[in-house]
């Protein structure tokens, strides 16, 4: 882990509300493992204040590649950085996900932006892994909060597609579209890796657990630190509390404890508004 | 390393009068991972209770205005098995360690105190009468902080003078009416340094949500944006006690740790600005001796108080 300015190479607006950043780096480049994440300083005022945490979606020839949704100041004003600035990187930060060699059903959740590891992970499971098979399930809300398809497409992956409102793919859950395809298959060849809103990460833990199926998961908490020194980011798990920014943020799906929602409908609702 | 920056806390002499502050370093391993820390003038632990706490739930931490809201809770390992744990790594440094302590009785003050007083290589106590995000608990003070309530403070001081001769630093809060009150009645108690400030209470609201953002609902402001407020406070303390000040609030730059110096602080500590930029200590450190030099300034403490007013 080391703090770099980097510059950025490239950076490509994939919509309205969504852009990717190219960043040169050979350090980052050679040590960057799938799951994990770097934190941006986003502005050189102390306004926004703290770095911002962002997974690392591609390694590129050059360093890394960021995909990143516009959700408020900082990540506005990323927005507005132009190919040839530098900006100053921390990374590679966390722990990633553990690729487990065995499995050829290979099962990716995404909901929104959750696809950004993902696509990473899917990567390097094709480079180590001859045999497996990867099915790919994105969630959004919208057609506008689906990502990567054709990255997807390239690396031979099966796509799957929901949205909220029926405006791409099956309309509802990601999580049905999910169960569909995994009745057809053998829990004990299956692994499934998902990155998303809680709800979701919650839905696929009570999948695993059901299906007898290993589940890893990658978790958003707010960071302030990003390396341990806060304990700002501290989830309840099995084994005590974890911190998401240093033993996470990708844990397996049975260790964690989730919080049993005050209001049962209220959660529903929000999985319906990944 | 010149000598330009040697500054003098309680029986410690420092090389430089820039330190951690607490909570926001660890045990500064993982910073050591970015520079040597035994730059630093000392390093201060996050707050040691004598048993094991879980802290808040999460949310715990959210950005707000040039500043942060925690809520963390002191979550920690429990004295004993800090001393355990982190012993081999803290004994290896060539930098002061202050250990930074909180508790809800007397007792536990007293066992806490005993148990460092033991240990050769921790170099001072950092009394924590100030953490906004827990209580003190009803038996030390009708307040909910025991640096709220001077005979408390008194009373916690007194007890932990008591069971060592090692340095005593007292942190205060600025969840006060009258923080000079309670900085006298740590200097009259003993204390030999006074660290200031906590942080603010504070809190922060989801509109869409119609919640509060932090699990705990409350949390403690710090960062830039209680810079202000922490320099009064500083300024208003060096009036009235004659203990050396170590100001910490919103610290980023050599020129913050400037104006407190002239506002009356021997020394400063460096907090939220380590989560923005890991370097910052180091950062402090090498532009105040550049500071120094260029101004040809023999020493820094001929700067403390200095305020032109
Ligand atoms: C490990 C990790 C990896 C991430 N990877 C990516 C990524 O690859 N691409 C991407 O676009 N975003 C990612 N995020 C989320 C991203 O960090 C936030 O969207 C960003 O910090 C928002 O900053 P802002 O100032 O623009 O918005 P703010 O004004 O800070 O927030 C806007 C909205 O986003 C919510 N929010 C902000 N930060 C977080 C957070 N850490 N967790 C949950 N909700 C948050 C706020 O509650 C608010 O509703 C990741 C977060 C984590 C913890
Ligand atoms: C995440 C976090 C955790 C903290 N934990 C402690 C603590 O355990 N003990 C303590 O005395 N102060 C604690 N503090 C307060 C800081 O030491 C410091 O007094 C305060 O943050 C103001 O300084 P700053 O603006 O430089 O951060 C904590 C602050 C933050 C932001
Ligand atoms: S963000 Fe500070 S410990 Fe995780």
Request: aromatic share 6%; hydrophobic share 40%; glycine share 8%.
């Amino acid at each position: 882990m080391k703090q770099l300015k980097v510059k950025i190479i490239k950076k490509d607006n994939i919509s309205d509300s969504c852009f990717k950043l190219s960043l040169k780096s050979d350090y980052l480049k050679k040590t960057a493992k799938p799951g994990q994440f770097v934190s941006v300083k986003c502005s050189d005022t102390t306004s926004p204040l703290l770095k911002r945490p962002f997974g690392i979606h591609k390694v590129t020839s050059h360093g890394i590649e960021l995909l990143i949704k516009k959700a408020g100041k900082a990540t506005q004003l990323l927005s507005q950085k132009k190919e040839g600035d530098e900006i100053i990187v921390l990374g590679p930060l966390g722990q990633g996900f553990e690729i487990e060699h065995k499995k050829n059903d290979i099962l990716l959740v995404a909901g929104g932006y959750g696809v950004v590891p993902l696509y990473f992970l899917a990567d390097q499971i094709i480079k180590k892994n001859k045999g497996a098979k990867i099915k790919v399930f994105i969630g959004g809300k919208t057609k506008n909060d689906i990502f990567c398809a054709e990255d997807f497409k390239k690396l031979k992956a099966e796509l799957y597609f929901s949205t909220n409102d029926g405006s791409y793919g099956h309309k509802g859950f990601v999580t049905s579209v999910l169960m569909k395809e995994i009745v057809k298959l053998e829990p004990k060849n299956c692994v499934i890796y998902a990155c998303g809103p809680n709800p979701l990460l919650m839905a696929i833990s009570d999948i695993s657990k059901e299906e007898k199926i290993k589940a890893q998961v990658s978790m958003e908490e707010y960071l302030a630190c990003g390396i341990g020194v806060c304990m700002g980011c501290a989830i309840e798990t099995t084994q005590g509390k974890k911190l998401v920014c240093k033993d996470g943020p990708v844990f397996n799906a049975e260790e964690i404890l989730w919080k049993i929602p005050e209001n049962l409908n209220k959660a529903i609702d929000q999985r319906i508004n990944l | 390393m010149s000598k330009a920056l040697e500054i003098k806390i309680g029986k410690l002499k420092l090389q430089n009068p820039v330190m951690s502050a607490s909570g926001t370093f660890g045990c500064g391993e993982e910073i050591n991972n970015f520079f040597d820390i035994n730059k630093l003038g000392a390093i201060i632990t996050k707050t040691i209770t004598m048993e094991k706490r879980q802290g808040n739930p999460s949310a715990r931490v959210v950005e707000t205005a040039s500043g942060m809201i925690n809520s963390i809770g002191l979550e920690g390992p429990g004295i004993r098995n800090f001393l355990k744990g982190k012993k081999d790594f803290l004994k290896k440094l060539k930098t002061h360690v202050i250990v930074s302590i909180s508790a809800t009785s007397v007792e536990d003050f007293k066992i806490m105190t005993e148990l460092l007083d033991e240990q050769s290589y921790i170099k001072a106590i950092e009394l924590n009468l100030s953490c906004p995000n827990v209580s003190h608990g009803k038996t030390l003070s009708k307040y909910k902080l025991i640096a709220q309530d001077p005979k408390a403070t008194e009373k916690i001081i007194k007890i932990a003078k008591k069971y060592t001769k090692k340095t005593l630093i007292a942190k205060l809060s600025p969840n006060v009416t009258d923080i000079t009150e309670i900085a006298k009645a740590a200097e009259n108690a003993g204390a030999d340094a006074i660290s200031a400030i906590n942080t603010l209470t504070a809190m922060a609201v989801n509109v869409e949500k119609r919640r509060p953002v932090l699990g705990n609902i409350f949390g403690g402001l710090s960062g830039p944006a209680i810079k202000p407020v922490a320099l009064k406070m500083v300024y208003d303390i060096s009036k009235k006690v004659k203990v050396p000040i170590i100001a910490i609030g919103g610290i980023i730059s050599a020129e913050d740790a400037l104006e407190f110096i002239l506002c009356g602080a021997s020394a400063v500590q460096v907090g939220t600005a380590t989560f923005v930029d890991p370097f910052t200590g180091e950062n402090i450190v090498n532009d105040l001796e550049k500071y120094c030099e260029e101004k040809k300034i023999e020493n820094i403490s001929s700067l403390i108080g200095a305020l032109v007013v």
